[in-house]
């Protein structure tokens, strides 16, 4: 083969090595940049809230006991007698405390309830440790900072510094929401 012949033959090869490796580049932006794909880019379950909300900035009336103090709250709210779903609310929120492991004395449960106040025996029986509380205007603020969409009813995660963080709908997996909660343990050096 003689030397003229051979470098057109070297040129093709080396326009093929580099279109093996950019090609996939090329049609990965062109996906991306052109809106064919787009990737979600989040990887947790509940609603993020923002712009972040501090409730003792919003209620400096909101007095917690001094067993939240420094703790992540996990909220449910149910404003309504507490019937089933209510129970199953509180349930929801006890089982993902205790799916935490050694983690779980960092998280405080409250539930954040109606003008009806709960069974206080039904509580103390199953819920040992919730703080159980009627404030209306902290109920309104919550609501107000969910995303509409979402339904009502839900759990709502604050962080120890009292910025309201995630907000889980009344139909989360629990396992979704206590990976939500271990990851941001995780990452988190307060409470």
């Given at each position: 083969m003689t030397e003229q012949a051979a470098k057109p033959r070297g040129r093709v090869q080396l326009l093929l090595i580099a279109a093996v490796f950019f090609g996939p580049l090329l049609v990965a932006a062109f996906m991306y940049y052109g809106g064919t794909f787009?990737?979600?880019?989040?990887?947790?379950?509940?609603?993020?809230?923002?712009?972040?909300?501090?409730?003792?900035?919003?209620?400096?009336?909101?007095?917690?006991?001094?067993?939240?103090?420094?703790?992540?709250?996990?909220?449910?709210?149910?404003?309504?007698?507490?019937?089933?779903?209510?129970?199953?609310?509180?349930?929801?929120?006890?089982?993902?405390?205790?799916?935490?492991?050694?983690?779980?004395?960092?998280?405080?449960?409250?539930?954040?309830?109606?003008?009806?106040?709960?069974?206080t025996l039904f509580l103390d029986e199953e819920h040992q440790g919730l703080i159980a509380l009627a404030d209306e205007p902290l109920s309104a603020l919550l609501s107000s900072k969910k995303p509409r969409e979402l339904a009502d009813g839900g759990y709502?995660?604050?962080?120890?510094?009292?910025?309201?963080?995630?907000?889980?709908?009344?139909?989360?997996?629990?396992?979704?929401m206590v990976d939500d909660i271990k990851r941001l343990l995780r990452l988190s050096r307060i409470g």
């Open positions: 787009q990737p979600d880019g989040r990887v947790n379950h509940g609603a993020l809230l923002e712009p972040i909300v501090n409730l003792h900035d919003e209620a400096p009336e909101l007095d917690l006991s001094a067993e939240a103090e420094g703790k992540w709250l996990l909220i449910f709210e149910d404003r309504g007698a507490c019937g089933d779903e209510c129970r199953e609310g509180l349930y929801t929120t006890r089982q993902s405390r205790l799916m935490l492991g050694r983690e779980m004395d960092r998280v405080q449960r409250v539930f954040l309830h109606g003008d009806t106040p709960p069974d709502y995660l604050v962080d120890p510094l009292g910025n309201l963080v995630l907000y889980f709908g009344p139909d989360i997996d629990p396992g979704d």
